[in-house]
């Protein structure tokens, strides 16, 4: 079993910056692959990036790519989010997923483990 907890998110103006955290353990958790997902009330939960499990390739949705970074320690056991450049439509709960497999995930399928979120809210 994994567990993931969420950090760092808030209240911020347009255009500022944060960084999210997600401390992950468990068994084997520097072998998982690792994402971030968004998610607004009465909607889908959306991908925002992802990263394999030794960090040498990530992904990101086109609504982000340039202003998020996303990194892991595994020293640490942590993934991070670096957002910057923030809007308004920004604002969601960010939730931490990890899951088994080689290669990034994109879709909420390709993650078992899920954190129980942060809000981030972005003021214009």
């Known amino acids: 079993q994994v567990q993931l907890v969420e950090s760092g998110g808030g209240l911020v103006q347009a255009g500022g910056s944060l960084r999210l955290s997600c401390a992950a353990s468990?068994?084997?958790?520097?072998?998982?692959?690792m994402g971030w997902f968004r998610q607004i009330p009465g909607r889908e939960r959306e991908f925002q990036a992802a990263i394999n499990w030794n960090g040498d390739s990530w992904w990101y949705a086109d609504s982000v790519k340039g202003r998020f970074t996303i990194s892991r320690d595994n020293a640490k056991n942590t993934v991070y989010l670096q957002m910057n450049s923030l809007n308004p439509e920004d604002t969601a709960v960010y939730y931490c997923a990890a899951g088994p497999g080689v290669g990034v995930g994109v879709g909420v399928a390709a993650y078992a483990f899920w954190g129980q979120g942060t809000q981030v809210t972005v003021s214009s």
């Open positions: 468990g068994d084997n958790v520097h072998n998982l692959r």
